[in-house]
């Protein structure tokens, strides 16, 4: 499974932004998906996930209620919706696909794509 993500930029406090998670191969509908996010000098983060028939999400508490994540099995592609978007959300955000149940957990996770910046100004 190859993945790539797109959406990130530069918005505002209190914006919005989109992320996609496209990939590649027959079998994206059987990964569970999930986002993470890595700021400078920070260790890499769990954001949100979901799992493979979109059944379960998880959200880090400090997205929870800002954030929503989706998938489009028929696409291949994995969505985050970032609103009420804060500076402390500023990171590269990456999309990752596993098979474990546990998707919480970065090493875990079987493919990664190759990240995307968002930044939030103040």
């Known amino acids: 499974v190859q993945l790539q993500a797109s959406g990130g930029g530069l918005v505002q406090a209190g914006g919005s932004l989109r992320l996609s998670c496209a990939a590649s191969?027959?079998?994206?509908?059987?990964?569970?998906m999930g986002w993470f996010r890595q700021a400078p000098g920070k260790e890499r983060e769990f954001v949100a996930a979901?799992?493979?028939?979109?059944?379960?999400?998880y959200y880090a508490d400090s997205v929870k209620g800002r954030f929503t994540i989706s998938r489009d099995n028929a696409k291949n592609t994995v969505y985050l919706q970032m609103n009420s978007l804060k500076p402390e959300d500023t990171a590269v955000y990456y999309c990752?696909?596993?098979?474990?149940?546990?998707?919480?957990?970065?090493?875990?996770?079987?493919?990664w794509g190759q990240g995307t910046l968002v930044t939030v100004s103040s």
């Open positions: 990752a696909a596993g098979s474990s149940r546990v998707l919480t957990i970065p090493y875990l996770y079987d493919y």
């Open positions: 191969g027959r079998t994206f509908s059987s990964y569970g």
């Open positions: 979901i799992s493979w028939r979109g059944g379960n999400t």
